[in-house]
């Protein structure tokens, strides 16, 4: 559960252009003991904060994604990276 946690929170923090630490910050907590609670025992005030900060519903850290797209893509010239299928029609879109 703490590894669908983590990367929810590291897939949704790229989407929004944002880093770990920032995130961390936002919700006043260290980068170290937020790193810690992604992989440990989160517990759910933070998790609810971590959400907040997001914009996102706790219920959507832990869903499951099947979304096993990623890979590079050279739109005019420019080189992008993805790593989900949103991303890839964000890329897409421009």
Known sequence: MEKILAENVKRICKAQEKQLKDLASSIKMDASSLTRA???????????????????SVKSLFEVTNDNVEGYIKVNGKIYQFNSREELNQILSL
């Open 38 to 56: 992604l992989h440990g025992n989160a517990r759910l005030d933070t998790i609810e904060k971590i959400a907040i900060a997001l914009g996102v």
